[in-house]
């Protein structure tokens, strides 16, 4: 059985940085039927170097969450600051340029580009973001998560958890200050998938990034530090694991 991570410096008294708060963030959506509400008031603080899962039931708005924190979607109420910065005084591109900066996405279906070799997909985000040493640092990643004799080959020809780990890679190459995670294992058997998420456990002390995922898994989420549970749109608990771990 997988323990939880070992303890990080992530309260109070530690100083560590907050690196995401949101006050009052509500999220609406207006069809022919009316206003839904999404997410009712979240209120939370994550900091820096912390694993926070965000678990709840199908439709209780953890994507949504997810999207609002990293800034891909803009709330209807509320405040969000992501690494210090007011995320509804950016507009699409200073959000766009925010993440490319300073974080990184692991997702579901992996959105690795298929007409792309796996070091072609870990190198995007460092020639986006005019970095040097491009292909080196892409191949010293790739090391990391064990496809070293795999760099030539696209998409279609690995398997569910080397594109996974190619995702990872792309994922850490930049050295994110968070590391953003939607079900990253949804996609893969129960033997691959611990097999990434100990390899995500592993890059997030190694690159010392703050890593908050939602996940449907118990077992998963005992592995984080604190775990958010959602409930139609609210938060309903958020209690920290290391008490009970």
């Known amino acids: 059985m997988n323990e939880a991570e070992p303890a990080v410096m992530a309260d109070q008294e530690s100083g560590a940085d907050v690196v995401i708060e949101t006050r009052g963030l509500t999220k609406r959506v207006v069809d022919a039927i009316g206003s839904l509400t999404i997410l009712d008031d979240i209120s939370l603080t994550i900091r820096a170097r912390e694993t926070v899962a965000i678990v709840g039931?199908?439709?209780?708005?953890?994507?949504?969450?997810l999207g609002l924190?990293?800034?891909?979607?803009?709330?209807?109420?509320?405040?969000?600051?992501?690494?210090?910065?007011?995320?509804?005084?950016?507009?699409?591109?200073?959000?766009?340029?925010?993440?490319?900066?300073?974080?990184?996405?692991?997702?579901?279906?992996?959105?690795?580009?298929?007409?792309?070799?796996?070091?072609?997909?870990?190198?995007?985000?460092?020639?986006?973001?005019?970095?040097?040493?491009?292909r080196e640092k892409a191949s010293a990643m790739l090391a990391q998560v064990g496809?070293?004799?795999?760099?030539?080959?696209?998409?279609?020809?690995?398997?569910?958890?080397?594109?996974?780990?190619?995702?990872?890679?792309?994922?850490?190459?930049?050295?994110?200050?968070?590391?953003?995670?939607?079900e990253p294992t949804g996609s893969l058997d129960?033997?691959?998938?611990?097999?990434?998420?100990?390899?995500?456990?592993?890059?997030?002390?190694?690159?010392?990034?703050?890593?908050?995922?939602v996940t449907h898994d118990v077992a998963i989420a005992a592995r984080c530090r604190r775990r958010i549970t959602l409930a139609g749109g609210k938060i309903v608990d958020g209690e920290s694991l290391a008490a009970i771990n």
């Not at 039931?57 to 969450?65: H, R």
């Not at 969000?80 to 766009?96: H, K, N, T, Y």
């Not at 890679?169 to 590391?179: D, K, N, S, T």
């Not at 100990?198 to 908050?212: A, M, P, W």
């Open 190 to 213: 129960a033997a691959t998938g611990d097999g990434v998420m100990n390899l995500i456990f592993t890059l997030n002390r190694t690159h010392g990034s703050t890593l908050v995922m």
């Open 147 to 182: 496809l070293s004799t795999r760099e030539r080959h696209y998409p279609k020809t690995l398997s569910g958890g080397e594109q996974q780990r190619v995702a990872l890679a792309r994922a850490f190459v930049g050295e994110p200050a968070i590391l953003f995670a939607d």
């Open 69 to 134: 924190l990293a800034g891909l979607d803009r709330g209807t109420e509320g405040s969000i600051a992501l690494l210090g910065r007011d995320l509804s005084a950016l507009d699409e591109d200073g959000r766009a340029k925010l993440r490319a900066r300073r974080v990184g996405f692991v997702f579901q279906s992996f959105q690795l580009l298929g007409h792309l070799n796996a070091l072609e997909n870990v190198m995007l985000p460092l020639e986006l973001a005019g970095a040097e040493g491009v």
């Open 57 to 65: 039931a199908s439709g209780s708005g953890k994507s949504t969450l």
